[in-house]
């Protein structure tokens, strides 16, 4: 399982294209928002096989950071 943390800024809007891309190639992957993302992406733009969560539902063989906002780094 992949695991996404997407950041609360303007390149949030290329991370569900990001994710769907990981999916195609076989990954299973679970997207976690930080508290402000929703202003730039929603739960709408992460269809199925993503899959929107609070906590991952088991521990992820990666985790990507994206966008790395100042916040994160």
């Not at 508290?35 to 991952?56: H, I, K, M």
């Amino acid at each position: 399982m992949i695991l996404l943390s997407v950041g609360s800024s303007r390149g949030a809007l290329e991370v569900p294209s990001v994710a769907r891309e990981i999916a195609t190639v076989g990954h299973r992957v679970e997207v976690i928002l930080e508290p402000d993302t929703r202003q730039f992406v929603g739960s709408a733009a992460f269809p199925a096989p993503v899959t929107l969560v609070d906590e991952p539902s088991e521990a992820p063989e990666a985790v990507l950071f994206v966008p790395a906002t100042a916040a994160t780094i």
